[in-house]
């Protein structure tokens, strides 16, 4: 688990950021790219928080693991 802990870090950080990138553009405060079918999307915010979520929990189980 020693080598995965890296690793998973690094992906749950990633997924965290995107998360919230697709948060911001489902609820309008993000307006890049301009030609984005996110924008305004409540459904993208939804399913934004649920990619923050899974990342957050990706790095729990990573800086818990021995």
């Not at 950021?17 to 993208?44: C, E, H, K």
């Given at each position: 688990?020693?080598?995965?802990?890296?690793?998973?870090?690094?992906?749950?950080?990633?997924?965290?950021?995107?998360?919230?990138?697709?948060?911001?553009?489902?609820?309008?405060?993000?307006?890049?790219?301009?030609?984005?079918?996110?924008?305004?999307?409540?459904?993208?915010?939804?399913?934004?928080?649920g990619v923050?979520?899974?990342?957050?929990?990706?790095?729990?189980?990573?800086?818990?693991?021995?």
């Amino acid at each position: 688990m020693r080598r995965w802990r890296p690793v998973l870090i690094a992906l749950g950080a990633a997924l965290a950021l995107v998360g919230l990138l697709f948060i911001g553009q489902g609820l309008g405060y993000i307006g890049w790219p301009r030609s984005s079918f996110m924008l305004d999307q409540r459904v993208w915010a939804d399913r934004g928080a649920g990619v923050a979520v899974i990342g957050l929990f990706m790095i729990l189980i990573a800086r818990r693991a021995r």
